[in-house]
């Protein structure tokens, strides 16, 4: 191809990559001086917050019983600092998209003192989050016979990995911190394989086995000491239209788990069905209505 021909090619296509019709829905206009979420970052913020809640697992190995409160003192300042930012960020995206702006939001500068008030209250809740991980991390190794140490299910399993940034994120998804939630809960999901949404409500001494391709949606309830095995899907069965055909959203569509369910492998619950108390459904197993409590579902054997 000649280089006039390369021109000409190139012109042509910038111009229908830049039409507004083919732009609706996939583009981000950016404002000057407002600041985008930080992939870089919001790992770094992920790293901080599992080198406090299990010190010595995470960050400086060399932490000690004389050091922790300095090198916690450091990484909370850091902490602090990354999530102004990166909740500025993501109430600027947020905004982006609003018609109602008010004149003060003009700029993200509106948003900062909010962001410092929120990152403060989510500080606060690190205590109470390491005590609830506390109870997760026990569930696996109770749960898992081949675990020969408390260490070792922190250091290696995926789902200790995945319930740190869900839980991190579900704390920021309830001060109303818009879009970062998600993208922590996803940052998990390509680390783990476990997709659990930021809204989904999960209860203490929760754990997942093996865990890879384990999907929890937004609007699940889980109950305390429920255990899932890799492949289960707790999904949607359907998404309600409104009058104008638009799926109706915010609505509960995901099931809700009791107290001690256990769900074996590759099994899929679909829809706002409960499944009772210390109900137990085997693998490879379709569920689409409600599961009484204690009641055990397993796959009929055929002759």
């Known amino acids: 191809m000649s280089q006039s021909n390369f021109t000409h090619l190139l012109t042509q296509t910038v111009t229908e990559l830049s039409e507004s019709a083919s732009l609706k829905g996939l583009f981000h206009e950016h404002r000057d001086g407002d600041p985008l ?3 870089k970052d919001l790992h770094e913020i992920i790293q901080l917050c599992r080198s406090i809640l299990f010190p010595g697992f995470y960050g400086k190995s060399t932490v000690n019983h004389h050091t922790i409160s300095y090198h916690i003192g450091v990484n909370l300042e850091r902490l602090h600092g990354l999530l102004i930012e990166q909740i500025v960020a993501g109430l600027c995206f947020s905004s982006a998209s609003l018609t109602d702006k008010t004149e003060d939001m003009s700029s993200c500068d509106f948003f900062r003192e909010k962001a410092s008030e929120i990152a403060g209250k989510f500080i606060q809740k690190l ?54 939630p998600r993208i922590i809960t996803e940052m998990a999901h390509s680390e783990t394989g476990i997709d659990i949404h930021p809204g989904a409500q999960i ?20 109950g305390n000491h429920v255990k899932l095995y890799q492949g289960v899907t707790l999904g949607a069965k359907s998404f309600p239209l409104d009058e104008n055909g638009n799926p109706i959203k915010g609505i509960p569509r995901h099931p809700i788990l009791e107290d001690e369910v256990i769900v074996y492998a590759n099994s899929t619950i679909l829809g706002r069905i409960t499944v009772g108390k210390g109900a137990t459904i085997g693998g490879n197993i379709w569920v689409t209505e409600d599961v009484p409590a204690g009641a055990r579902l397993v796959q009929k054997k055929y002759k």
Do not use: W
Request: hydrophobic share 40%.
């Open 37 to 39: 979420p930080s992939g």
């Open 203 to 222: 209860g203490h001494h929760f754990t997942i086995d093996h865990g890879t391709g384990v999907v929890i949606g937004a609007t699940c309830i889980i």
């Open 127 to 180: 205590p109470t989050l390491r005590k609830i991980l506390a109870t997760d991390v026990e569930a696996a190794y109770n749960g898992d016979p081949a675990a020969e140490s408390y260490g070792e299910i922190i250091s290696c399993y995926p789902i200790i990995k995945a319930l740190s940034n869900y839980r991190i994120a579900h704390e920021l998804l309830l001060l109303n911190v818009p879009l970062i």
